[in-house]
């Protein structure tokens, strides 16, 4: 049964930095693309950044790009999202995703398992 359990959320300020991190099991980690999606209250789950299987192949939405990196341990089966510059409209649940088709896509259909999510919200 697979897994992935996202934790490092939390309370920060603008301008401030976070770390999120995704423990996955049950699932060849190794052979899985990885994404983080976010949603706000109120608005659709929306794409922040996904990973290759090697950790060399990224992808990330506009809004983030430059100031959010995606990384991933595969010795560890663990995919990272570091935040920083964080700004108020990045407050929402994060959530990390796991596919089992190569590619780095941003819909969140094409992504097969998901984690309960992490709430991240950013004070102004």
């Known amino acids: 049964q697979v897994q992935l359990v996202e934790s490092g959320g939390g309370l920060v300020q603008a301008g401030g930095s976070l770390r999120l991190s995704c423990a996955a099991s049950g699932v060849a980690f190794s052979r899985v693309v990885m994404g983080w999606f976010r949603q706000a209250p109120g608005k659709e789950r929306e794409f922040v950044a996904t990973i290759g299987w090697g950790g060399v192949a990224t992808r990330y939405a506009e809004s983030v790009k430059g100031r959010f990196t995606i990384s991933r341990d595969n010795t560890k089966n663990t995919v990272f999202l570091q935040m920083s510059s964080l700004k108020p409209e990045d407050t929402a649940v994060y959530y990390c995703?796991?596919?089992?088709?190569?590619?780095?896509?941003?819909?969140?259909?094409?992504?097969?398992?998901w984690g309960q999510g992490t709430q991240v919200t950013v004070s102004s």
């Open positions: 995703a796991a596919s089992n088709l190569w590619d780095l896509r941003s819909e969140s259909g094409w992504y097969n398992y």
